[in-house]
């Protein structure tokens, strides 16, 4: 079958309720979202829901929270541990999960239900995520009761960074940000499972609930204005982020990037929501992406962003991993490799040459796995006279192998090398939602995807829908 490596929260066709955009956040770049409430709204009642998708792990990350001078602050984090933790300073209050969260190829969703108001001192604040609620905590303290919060007065309050060191800054994609003021709201409000997939969470169009004075609704949707409020006037203000953040990795449409969990030897760093990948100076090393595939036919495109046109990089379709800081992925069984000099290689052996690749060129990379031919284009042109649409290997269809026995499991993933380990060098992905500004405005057959060339008939995003669909 055609799978994920790791099925996503959202691994499904249909949800009936579609999100059309998240927003990507890249703490290199400093992004996040602000506001100061004209006036204090519900200090003892409030909900907090959003879908997040992590990027980068292991550095602490503020998604919401408040603070003004030296007040205490109240603020939804993770940990530098990868913990979720809810702070609410101002009443003293503090749930840090046990739970870890490290998966950076699915969706998570998260609601913080705040009542100080409530009798027992654990139903003054609930945390869910994807519908369940989370019990086990750190040793736990919760507020007394009809403690009044920081949180929704009239003071800063910061989507993304940390308010009182002006960091912390969160790395990945945000859908579905909603802030309810006056109401403690279950998850069901936000969310339910699938009635064919019952262990699948997936969201709801929360637009006909009660928002609340300082209430507010962040859909995404406009490009111009990625701060508005699609529930009333809260609209928050943004901070170096740009159209190109926008994003259709979505909940309900979850798209491949590369994986840090497929970072061997450690060598690559990753920014862009995990869509850039860089190299260092040391040892030669590779980069798997998430989405695995035996079947089907599947498209996606490289920028070079930084290359040293001596061979040195390498995009491609690869199922082994390495096994020494030596091993290339040029050199590996069960693969197909196009270099950055022009040479494509197969199974380890040079099988053609192309043109060669310079900064800013566009690399369409085809895998036809039902026939297990991989194709290759740069900026619109077949390399060797290859036509992927043929069904057949002409001469620039590259056979990577026998799919059934390249894993256990026969996948295959999108792969990028660095063969050299001596200079930095580095790509972008572009899966179907570039972090790039791309006008080239092309879509497989369903409509998934922005690229740059033309999507051959039969050809598809690495999507969730897609998966679901052709799998």
């Not at 995990?274 to 920028?303: D, H, P, R």
Request: glycine share 10%; net charge negative; charged share 15%.
């Amino acid at each position: 079958m055609t799978a994920p490596l790791i099925l996503g929260t959202n691994s499904i066709k249909s949800t009936g309720y579609d999100v059309a955009n998240s927003l990507r956040f890249n703490d290199g770049s400093s992004d996040f979202l602000n506001k100061t409430p004209s006036g204090a709204g519900n200090r003892q009642t409030f909900t907090v829901s959003m879908w997040f998708k992590r990027a980068n792990v292991g550095t602490s990350q503020y998604l919401f929270n408040a603070k003004d001078g030296s007040a205490a602050q109240d603020a939804f984090f993770f940990s530098t541990s990868n913990t979720f933790y809810i702070a609410l300073e101002s009443v003293s209050s503090g749930l840090e999960t046990n739970r870890l969260f490290r998966d950076n190829s699915s969706w998570y969703h998260f609601v913080i239900a705040v009542d100080t108001t409530q009798g027992t001192d654990t139903n003054r604040v609930k945390l869910y995520v994807n519908g369940v609620q989370e019990t086990s905590f750190n040793s736990p303290s919760y507020p007394s009761q009809n403690a009044n919060c920081n949180l929704n007065t009239a003071i800063p309050h910061n989507i993304g960074r940390r308010v009182g060191t002006s960091g912390d800054f969160i790395d990945g994609y945000l859908a579905e940000m909603v802030f309810i003021d006056g109401s403690a709201l279950a998850p069901t409000d936000f969310g339910e499972f699938d009635s064919d997939s019952p262990k699948i969470w997936k969201p709801k169009d929360p637009s006909g609930l009660t928002f609340g004075t300082n209430g507010f609704y962040l859909d995404f949707e406009d490009s111009s204005a990625l701060g508005n409020d699609a529930a009333g006037s809260n609209n928050y203000s943004v901070n170096n982020l740009v159209a190109a953040d926008q994003s259709t990795d979505t909940c309900t449409n979850n798209f491949c990037t590369a994986n840090l969990l497929d970072n061997f030897y450690a060598q690559s760093t990753f920014n862009n929501g995990l869509l850039q990948v860089i190299s260092t100076t040391s040892n030669a090393a590779y980069n798997k992406a998430t989405f695995g595939v035996s079947k089907g036919k599947w498209y996606y495109e490289v920028k070079i962003i930084d290359s040293s046109s001596n061979g040195t990089i390498g995009v491609g379709w690869i199922a082994s991993s390495p096994t020494s800081t030596t091993d290339q992925m040029k050199n590996k069984t069960n693969q197909s490799t196009y270099r950055d000099n022009g040479t494509i290689f197969g199974n380890g052996s040079e099988i053609v040459t192309g043109s060669s690749l310079a900064n800013n060129d566009i690399v369409g990379v085809y895998f036809d796995a039902d026939n297990n031919f991989v194709y290759y284009a740069k900026n619109g042109s077949f390399q060797n006279s290859g036509n992927p649409t043929s069904g057949a290997s002409g001469t620039g269809g590259i056979d990577p192998g026998a799919v059934a026995t390249a894993t256990p499991e026969g996948f295959y993933f999108p792969a990028f090398g660095d063969h050299s380990g001596g200079q930095n060098v580095g790509i972008e992905f572009n899966f179907g939602s570039p972090s790039y500004s791309e006008s080239g405005g092309n879509s497989d057959a369903d409509g998934h995807g922005n690229f740059n060339q033309s999507v051959p008939t039969g050809y598809f995003s690495l999507c969730s829908k897609n998966l679901a669909e052709y799998g």
